[in-house]
């Protein structure tokens, strides 16, 4: 009974699991890091997808607003907290075109949103094994023109 405790267990199992609990957790905090990074970038991604198209569909609807005189002050008032650090510094908004003003209907809008994702990037970029981050998200919504008001 080489080995074997007072109730015939082996001595060394215990300090195998710790040694394999040992070897596996840095991998798996790596992956929950990354995952939590890549959730973040995400959520920033659905924010500057939803800005988009709510500037699209304000612009359209409200043929008589630039993006200087009514647009953007909309847009920025519904974006998501997330994106709105550094208010709003961190976010450009171009709108190349807006609706004529005869004849509005079925006339393209279209807004883009960029966003600077420095901000939220916790991360070193290259990170552990080359994994890289983007640094920028961006959304281009359309919306045609509907000449009323919403």
């Known amino acids: 009974m080489a080995g074997r405790g007072p109730r015939g267990k082996r001595l ?4 195998q699991s710790m040694t394999e609990l040992a070897l596996i957790m840095p991998v798996l905090l790596v992956l929950l890091v990354v995952g939590i990074q890549y959730a973040v970038i995400g959520d920033c991604a659905l924010a500057v ?25 909309y847009m920025l008032s519904v974006a998501s907290p997330l994106i709105m650090s550094n208010n709003g510094g961190d976010l450009s908004i171009t709108m190349p075109v807006t609706c004529p003003s ?14 600077n994702l420095a901000s939220k990037i916790f991360l070193p970029t290259p990170f552990f094994l080359g994994i890289t981050f983007p640094t920028t998200v961006q959304s281009t919504q359309t919306a045609f023109c509907e000449g009323g008001a919403p």
């Open 49 to 73: 997808t939803q800005l988009s198209y709510d500037g699209a569909r304000y612009a359209s609807v409200n043929p008589t607003y630039t993006l200087g005189t009514g647009v953007k002050t």
């Open 12 to 15: 060394f199992a215990r300090g």
């Open 102 to 115: 005869t004849n509005p209907f079925s006339f393209p809008v279209t807004i883009t949103v960029q966003y």
